[in-house]
Every structure is written in C-alpha cells, then in structure tokens.
C-alpha cells in the first residue's frame, strides 16, 4: 500500500520540487575552484561527491562552504593538513554520480564523502531504487579505491530545514527522506568494515534573509569530522597493507597519465612569468637557501619553470631530485646529499651546483597528477628541521591553484 501511495504521489512531489527549485535563482552559490586545503604536514586527502550541501549554495567560496569547513575541523581534530576536492552536481543522484567519476583516480584519496539523498526525497524515489543505486555505487567505490580509504555516507539532512522545500509538501520529502536514511544504515551494514554512515542533524538557523550561513556548514563538517578523524587516525596507526609493485605496464600507463597533464598545462618551454617567479622566489628568501625553483619533470628532463640563482634551466630527469620527491605525497628533505645513498653520487651533488641541502614539495596539476615540485636546495648542509613543512606545502598549494588559475597577461 506504502508503494502504491507512492507511486501516485510521485508526479505531483515532481512538479512541486521543479517549482520550489525556481527559489535558488537569486541564492549565491561558490564560483571558485572546487577545492579546499587546511595548513599542515602529512595531509590527509578528502573527497566530497554529491549535491545537496556539497553545491555550498548561501556562501560565495568553497573555502566557506562543506570543502572548507571539513578540512578546518578535520585538521583541528587530527593536528595534520587536509586537502579537499569536490565533485558536486545540483542535480546529482546516486544513480548518476558514477558519471561524475569518469576519469578520476580514487587512489589518492584517504577518505570518499558522500553528500547524497536531496533529490531523490523530494522527488519520492523508491527505496528498491535507491538501495540498488547506492549499493552499485558503494561496490565501485570500494573497488576503485585502496582498502584503506574510508567512505562516509552522509545522512540525508532534515528536507523541511531547507528553505525552499519548507511547506506542507516539505513533510512528505522528510519522511521520504528518513525512510532512504534507514535503507542506508541497513545498506552500510551490511558492507565492508570501510564503509560508515553519518546521520544528519539539526543545523543552526541561518539569519533572516540568509539561504544558509558559514555555521550551517561548520556544524556539518564538524559532525563529519567527528566520525571521520578516528577512521584516518586509525588508518595511519594501523599496519598498512603491503601496496603491490605496480608491473610495467600500470607504471607505464601511470607516467603516460603524469605526462599528459604536463602537456595539457602548456607550460614547458614558456617564458618565465610573474607570477611563478614571485612564489620561488619567497620560498627562497623564507627558507634562507641559496636557491630555489619550481620544477617540471618532463620527458626524460627536469625543466624550470621559475629558477632563483640557478644556471641551467633544465638537466637530464636521471639526475633529478624533484623525481624522488614525486614518488610520494608529502615532502622530502635532505639535509645532507653527501649522506644520503640515493643521491652521493648524482652529478648535480659532485658538481655543480654541488647541492648539499635540499627540500621540496609535489606540485599537482589540477587533474591530480604529479608533474613536478617546488624546491629549495643550498650548497651546505642543515638539519631538516630548519624547514617549516607546513609552509613549505603552503606555497606549494599557492602554485597549484595559479596552474588551476588561468593566466591573462596584462
């Protein structure tokens, strides 16, 4: 009889949903990149996908939307730096979400956050539907992504407390919505141990005339964090599992996939600009090195988009200590060359610039691939705690967002 009364309904719940959806005409919504960090070493990297809150309307930044918001409460609560991605979609459903997937890589990510539901309770969705939608979406995730990533499946919110679906017709997306919250919770139930669920609760009450304030966002990302830090401490205690060696082909498939970004950035082989050359050199000045660069590995070479006091502007990738820091995420310090087995023999150690000191950070394009690194390196030797890591990350952050940024010359 429930489905009866709902199939019924459902046309009606359809055209009164369109109608009230006229009402975010006027709302502002974040027109930046959709992407958000928190300072820190070691950062923890999130994925937010979804609708819902994860659009971020009320707000003008992503910064002061969801993105921001998690990755603020995330570092409070694990003392680490967050970086944030978002894929959202106002129209996003779970059975659409695995398009927005197209084409990204789920192995960089420590946790997946689905913010899911919205359209789906006001449009009266079935709930054989939706447990069938989540559940193909949830076995991609878990497949796509190392069994270390955790996946936190956000509660669908209150519909009533938003303000273009508060209305009588309001109560029937609500109770729809609680139904497909209890679907969910027996869903992740019974789904692998990385799976959780969120519940939704009450948000502040934004101020008169206000879509949604900077606290609506605050309160959710902090009840996210809350749930999720104990899942990335966890991680990052427990013994991880042993990551397969990757065979020819995946890492040649991998470094295809590292070069294409660099040859879709356009930069290699450019003049030098402004803009690029200002970060190197401020990394130089605070840091207190001889030198200073932002590289590219390119090809069989390593090319120098902005160089402080540095001769060459490129040398063979065989001799590159930005190659070594790509093959992790964080950054690398060496506080001795001459020390270091990997690099006591590098020519760029025995010769000139007779490289001692070194420290230097991933740089991203903005498809998440590693093209290369911000570095500040000496020709004598210091401790590695002379570098602030977190400030370190910071202007390497300031030069992805110029390669996310285009460039219009003056």
């Given amino acids: 009889m429930r489905e009866l009364i709902r199939w019924a309904l459902a046309p009606a719940m359809r055209t009164w949903a369109a109608a009230s959806e006229r009402g975010f005409g006027d709302v502002p919504m974040p027109t930046d990149a959709p992407q958000a960090h928190s300072a820190g070493i070691d950062p923890d990297r999130i994925l937010i996908l979804g609708s819902g809150l994860a659009v971020g309307r009320g707000v003008v930044s992503h910064n002061l939307a969801l993105p921001g918001s998690l990755a603020r409460a995330l570092s409070a609560q694990t ?10 979609n106002p129209r996003m459903t779970v059975a659409t979400a695995l398009l927005e997937l197209t084409g990204v890589r789920l192995t960089r990510f420590e946790a997946i956050v689905l913010v899911l539901g919205v359209n789906e309770a006001v449009n009266l969705v079935s709930a054989r539907a939706w447990r069938r939608d989540l559940a193909n979406l949830l076995r991609f995730l878990t497949a796509s992504s190392p069994r270390s990533t ?45 799976v959780a669920f969120v519940p939704s609760s009450a948000a502040p009450t934004p101020p008169p005339g206000r879509y949604r304030s900077t606290d609506t966002y605050a309160h959710w990302a902090d009840v996210l964090a809350s749930r999720m830090a104990p899942l990335l401490g966890a991680d990052r205690v427990a013994t991880p599992d042993a990551e397969p060696v990757p065979s020819d082909d995946q890492a040649r498939a991998k470094e ?16 030098p600009e402004e803009r690029f050359d200002r970060i190197a050199a401020l990394a130089r000045t605070l840091f207190g090195t001889q ?6 590995i390119d090809g069989d070479r390593q090319w120098h988009k902005a160089r402080i006091c540095v001769a060459d502007a490129e040398s063979p990738r065989s001799n590159s200590f930005c190659e070594v820091t ?5 950054a690398m310090v ?59 990350r910071e202007l390497a952050l300031m030069v992805q967002r110029e390669l996310a940024s285009p460039f219009t010359a003056e």
């Avoid at 003392?79 to 959202?88: M, T």
């Avoid at 295809?256 to 003049?271: E, F, K, N, S």
């Fill in 291 to 296: 030198s200073a660069a932002l590289t590219v």
């Fill in 326 to 330: 790509l093959t992790g995420t964080a």
């Fill in 150 to 194: 955790s996946i936190i499946v956000a509660g669908i919110q209150p519909i009533r407390s938003i303000p273009v679906f508060d209305s009588r017709l309001g109560n029937l997306a609500d109770h729809h919505g609680r139904l497909l919250n209890r679907v969910t919770v027996r869903l992740v139930a019974d789904s692998s141990d990385g």
């Fill in 334 to 392: 060496i506080p001795d060359a001459l020390l270091d087995d990997r690099f006591r023999d590098n020519p760029l150690v025995v010769g000139e610039p007779k490289i001692r000191f070194y420290a230097g950070f991933p740089i991203e394009s903005p498809s998440g691939e590693l093209i290369g690194a911000l570095c500040v390196f000496d020709s004598e030797p210091r401790a590695a705690g002379t570098i602030d890591l977190v400030l370190l």
């Fill in 256 to 271: 295809a996939r590292r070069q294409l970004a660099v040859d879709q950035l356009g930069i290699v082989d450019t003049p």
């Fill in 79 to 88: 003392g680490r730096g967050v970086d944030v991605d978002l894929i959202a």
